[in-house]
Protein backbone atom coordinates (compact mmCIF):
# COMPACT_ATOMS: atom_id res chain seq x y z
CA UNK A 1 0.00 0.00 0.00
CA UNK A 2 2.59 2.42 1.06
CA UNK A 3 4.78 1.73 -2.31
CA UNK A 4 1.49 2.44 -4.35
CA UNK A 5 0.97 5.38 -2.81
CA UNK A 6 4.11 6.91 -3.32
CA UNK A 7 2.98 6.85 -6.56
CA UNK A 8 0.14 8.60 -6.19
CA UNK A 9 1.91 12.38 -6.98
CA UNK A 10 3.34 11.15 -9.87
CA UNK A 11 -0.14 10.03 -11.16
CA UNK A 12 -2.01 12.82 -9.85
CA UNK A 13 -2.17 16.41 -11.70
CA UNK A 14 -0.90 18.43 -9.13
CA UNK A 15 -2.93 21.08 -10.01
CA UNK A 16 -5.37 18.57 -8.08
CA UNK A 17 -3.02 17.86 -5.68
CA UNK A 18 -2.52 21.67 -4.90
CA UNK A 19 -6.31 21.72 -4.73
CA UNK A 20 -6.67 18.87 -2.27
CA UNK A 21 -3.78 19.74 -0.02
CA UNK A 22 -5.07 23.92 -0.06
CA UNK A 23 -9.02 22.00 1.23
CA UNK A 24 -7.52 19.59 3.83
CA UNK A 25 -5.07 22.13 5.29
CA UNK A 26 -7.50 25.25 5.67
CA UNK A 27 -8.77 26.57 8.61
CA UNK A 28 -11.86 24.65 8.46
CA UNK A 29 -10.40 21.58 6.64
CA UNK A 30 -10.02 18.34 8.11
CA UNK A 31 -6.29 18.60 9.30
CA UNK A 32 -5.88 22.72 9.22
CA UNK A 33 -9.51 22.74 12.15
CA UNK A 34 -6.81 20.56 14.28
CA UNK A 35 -4.13 22.88 13.14
CA UNK A 36 -5.22 26.23 12.85
CA UNK A 37 -6.54 27.03 16.39
CA UNK A 38 -3.36 25.58 17.69
CA UNK A 39 -1.72 28.25 16.13
CA UNK A 40 -0.08 26.54 13.39
CA UNK A 41 -1.32 28.06 9.85
CA UNK A 42 -1.04 25.99 6.65
CA UNK A 43 -2.44 27.53 3.80
CA UNK A 44 -0.82 30.69 2.42
CA UNK A 45 2.39 30.33 4.65
CA UNK A 46 6.08 28.76 3.83
CA UNK A 47 4.90 25.77 5.31
CA UNK A 48 2.34 24.84 3.02
CA UNK A 49 4.60 25.71 0.36
CA UNK A 50 7.02 23.18 2.31
CA UNK A 51 3.91 20.41 2.20
CA UNK A 52 3.20 20.48 -1.11
CA UNK A 53 6.95 20.49 -2.22
CA UNK A 54 6.75 17.94 -0.23
CA UNK A 55 4.05 15.76 -1.58
CA UNK A 56 5.45 16.14 -5.12
CA UNK A 57 8.87 15.43 -4.85
CA UNK A 58 9.68 13.12 -2.16
CA UNK A 59 8.58 9.99 -4.19
CA UNK A 60 11.94 11.15 -6.18
CA UNK A 61 13.61 10.22 -2.82
CA UNK A 62 11.66 7.07 -2.59
CA UNK A 63 12.23 5.78 -5.97
CA UNK A 64 16.04 6.46 -5.63
CA UNK A 65 16.94 5.18 -1.92
CA UNK A 66 14.82 2.16 -2.48
CA UNK A 67 16.39 -0.33 -5.06
CA UNK A 68 19.46 -0.06 -2.75
CA UNK A 69 17.66 -0.48 0.72
CA UNK A 70 16.41 -4.20 -1.53
CA UNK A 71 20.16 -4.45 -2.31
CA UNK A 72 21.28 -4.11 0.94
CA UNK A 73 22.78 -7.44 2.54
CA UNK A 74 20.73 -7.93 5.91
CA UNK A 75 23.47 -9.92 7.12
CA UNK A 76 26.08 -6.83 7.68
CA UNK A 77 22.58 -5.26 10.07
CA UNK A 78 22.81 -8.97 12.11
CA UNK A 79 26.43 -9.03 12.09
CA UNK A 80 26.63 -5.31 13.67
CA UNK A 81 23.78 -6.61 16.07
CA UNK A 82 25.83 -9.46 16.77
CA UNK A 83 28.72 -7.52 17.81
CA UNK A 84 26.30 -5.43 20.27
CA UNK A 85 25.59 -2.74 17.95
CA UNK A 86 21.98 -0.52 19.19
CA UNK A 87 19.72 -0.30 16.30
CA UNK A 88 20.48 3.06 16.06
CA UNK A 89 24.22 3.11 15.39
CA UNK A 90 23.59 0.18 12.97
CA UNK A 91 21.37 2.68 10.88
CA UNK A 92 24.10 5.50 11.49
CA UNK A 93 27.24 3.09 10.99
CA UNK A 94 26.00 0.87 8.56
CA UNK A 95 22.44 1.22 6.84
CA UNK A 96 22.76 5.36 6.13
CA UNK A 97 26.46 5.03 5.09
CA UNK A 98 24.93 2.32 2.17
CA UNK A 99 22.10 5.16 1.19
CA UNK A 100 23.87 8.09 1.26
CA UNK A 101 25.22 8.71 -2.14
CA UNK A 102 21.37 7.31 -3.27
CA UNK A 103 19.73 9.68 -0.50
CA UNK A 104 21.88 12.66 -1.71
CA UNK A 105 20.91 11.97 -5.22
CA UNK A 106 17.24 11.57 -4.83
CA UNK A 107 17.20 14.93 -2.51
CA UNK A 108 19.15 16.33 -5.21
CA UNK A 109 16.37 15.48 -7.94
CA UNK A 110 13.65 16.01 -5.55
CA UNK A 111 14.75 20.03 -5.23
CA UNK A 112 15.51 20.43 -8.87
CA UNK A 113 11.64 19.35 -9.03
CA UNK A 114 10.37 21.75 -6.76
CA UNK A 115 11.97 24.55 -8.23
CA UNK A 116 9.41 24.29 -11.04
CA UNK A 117 6.68 23.08 -9.27
CA UNK A 118 3.90 25.49 -9.92
CA UNK A 119 -0.01 23.35 -9.74
CA UNK A 120 0.53 22.25 -6.38
CA UNK A 121 1.83 25.37 -5.12
CA UNK A 122 -0.08 27.71 -6.67
CA UNK A 123 -3.52 27.40 -4.55
CA UNK A 124 -1.56 26.51 -0.84
CA UNK A 125 0.54 29.47 -1.40
CA UNK A 126 -1.42 32.80 -2.15
CA UNK A 127 1.19 34.37 -3.60
CA UNK A 128 1.65 36.85 -0.83
CA UNK A 129 4.15 39.53 -1.87
CA UNK A 130 7.23 39.07 -0.59
CA UNK A 131 6.20 35.77 1.88
CA UNK A 132 4.64 33.07 -0.59
CA UNK A 133 5.41 34.23 -4.11
CA UNK A 134 6.88 31.19 -5.69
CA UNK A 135 9.24 31.91 -9.03
CA UNK A 136 6.94 29.47 -11.46
CA UNK A 137 4.24 31.91 -10.52
CA UNK A 138 5.92 35.17 -10.73
CA UNK A 139 6.99 33.79 -14.57
CA UNK A 140 3.51 33.44 -15.11
CA UNK A 141 2.71 36.59 -14.17
CA UNK A 142 4.88 38.07 -16.10
CA UNK A 143 3.53 36.40 -19.18
CA UNK A 144 0.42 37.70 -18.57
CA UNK A 145 1.38 41.05 -18.05
CA UNK A 146 3.13 40.48 -21.43
CA UNK A 147 6.74 40.59 -19.97
CA UNK A 148 8.23 38.51 -22.04
CA UNK A 149 11.78 39.30 -21.21
CA UNK A 150 11.00 38.89 -17.27
CA UNK A 151 9.68 36.00 -17.60
CA UNK A 152 12.11 34.29 -19.47
CA UNK A 153 14.91 35.64 -17.34
CA UNK A 154 12.95 33.90 -14.45
CA UNK A 155 12.50 30.82 -16.57
CA UNK A 156 16.16 30.86 -17.35
CA UNK A 157 17.55 30.92 -13.85
CA UNK A 158 15.08 28.16 -13.01
CA UNK A 159 16.28 26.22 -15.71
CA UNK A 160 19.84 27.06 -14.79
CA UNK A 161 19.55 25.45 -10.92
CA UNK A 162 17.69 22.63 -12.69
CA UNK A 163 20.57 21.50 -14.89
CA UNK A 164 23.10 22.19 -11.59
CA UNK A 165 20.71 20.51 -9.98
CA UNK A 166 20.52 16.63 -12.21
CA UNK A 167 24.10 17.18 -13.29
CA UNK A 168 25.04 17.11 -9.58
CA UNK A 169 22.21 14.63 -8.91
CA UNK A 170 23.39 12.41 -11.95
CA UNK A 171 27.36 13.00 -10.66
CA UNK A 172 26.05 11.72 -7.06
CA UNK A 173 24.26 8.65 -8.64
CA UNK A 174 27.66 7.56 -10.50
CA UNK A 175 29.23 8.02 -7.50
CA UNK A 176 27.12 5.42 -5.67
CA UNK A 177 27.34 3.40 -8.42
CA UNK A 178 30.86 2.98 -7.66
CA UNK A 179 30.55 3.06 -4.08
CA UNK A 180 28.35 0.13 -4.62
CA UNK A 181 30.66 -1.55 -6.79
CA UNK A 182 33.22 -1.16 -4.69
CA UNK A 183 31.65 -2.51 -1.58
CA UNK A 184 30.87 -5.44 -3.12
Do not use: K
Not at 11 to 25: D, H, I, Q, S, Y
Amino acid sequence: VLDALMDVPFALPTAVAGLALTALFSANGWFGSVLHPAGIPIVYTIWGIALAMAFTSVPFVVRTVQPVLEDLDPALEQAAATLGARPWAIFRRVVFPAILPAWLAGCTTAFARSLGEFGAIVFIAGNLPFQTEIAALLAYIRLEEFDYNGASAIALVLLGFALVLLVASNLLQSWAARYREGAR
